[in-house]
């Protein structure tokens, strides 16, 4: 079982910054791809962005493309989301998850293929 846990979610304005971390821990690591997903109120979760497993590959949903960038640190089991120039549009839960892959290189966009989540971290952009 892995563990996935969010943290660094708070209440911002419009234009600030805000890095989110992601958590692993549990089982040991296998090939992974991470993927930040994000779910407003009254809306369903969608995609934001995913990285592969060596982090040499990276896929952003075009609403935060140019100002969210993910990466990882696989020595800490650590993924990290940083967001700039935040937007009331921006406002949500977002959480992490897991997706076992067979390659380094693999990520996918898709919520189904993900298979550990965690909790959710609320980030609030006021205008």
């Known amino acids: 079982q892995v563990h996935v846990e969010e943290s660094g979610g708070r209440s911002v304005r419009a234009g600030d910054s805000l890095s989110l971390t992601c958590t692993f821990s549990g089982r040991t690591f296998r090939r992974y791809a991470v993927g930040w997903f994000r779910q407003a109120p009254g809306k369903e979760r969608e995609f934001v962005c995913t990285?592969?497993?060596?982090?040499?590959?990276?896929y952003y949903d075009d609403s935060v493309k140019g100002r969210f960038t993910i990466s990882k640190d696989s020595a800490k089991n650590t993924v990290y989301l940083q967001m700039n120039n935040l937007e009331p549009e921006d406002t949500a839960v977002y959480f992490c998850a897991a997706s076992p892959g067979a390659t380094d290189t693999y990520y996918t966009t898709l919520a189904s293929e993900y298979r550990y989540w965690g909790q959710g971290t609320q980030v609030t952009v006021a205008s």
């Open positions: 990285v592969s497993w060596s982090g040499g590959s990276t």
